[in-house]
């Protein structure tokens, strides 16, 4: 299942706001993100339709299964290599803003070797 960069940042976001506060609203990812309120309206409308997650009638926003499962491939993706470039001696702020990039095209392959060899190390 292959799906834009931007909705797999979405789905990230929504599952660390949700770890965060428990319960996620449109607002919270605009400010989370520092996005617009309609870009936020518009990635909400297209993640509901293609069922990565649910809005309640009261505007709060969950993943759906398929939706968690990208969020927490994701996730893991994000802060394995974050904390790898740091280890490295990567500055924690690069290191950041490089994994949210790698994270979004590496393969599962490539992947899963820096993760065995991150784990045996």
Known sequence: MKIHESAENYLETILILQQRKGSVRAIDIVNELDYTKPSVSVAMKNLRENGYVKVSPEGHITLTPKGREIAETMYER??????WLVRLGVDAKT??????????VISAESFEAIKRHVNNT
């Open 78 to 83: 994000h802060t394995l290599i974050s904390n």
């Open 95 to 104: 290191a950041v803003e490089d994994a949210c990039r790698i994270e979004h």
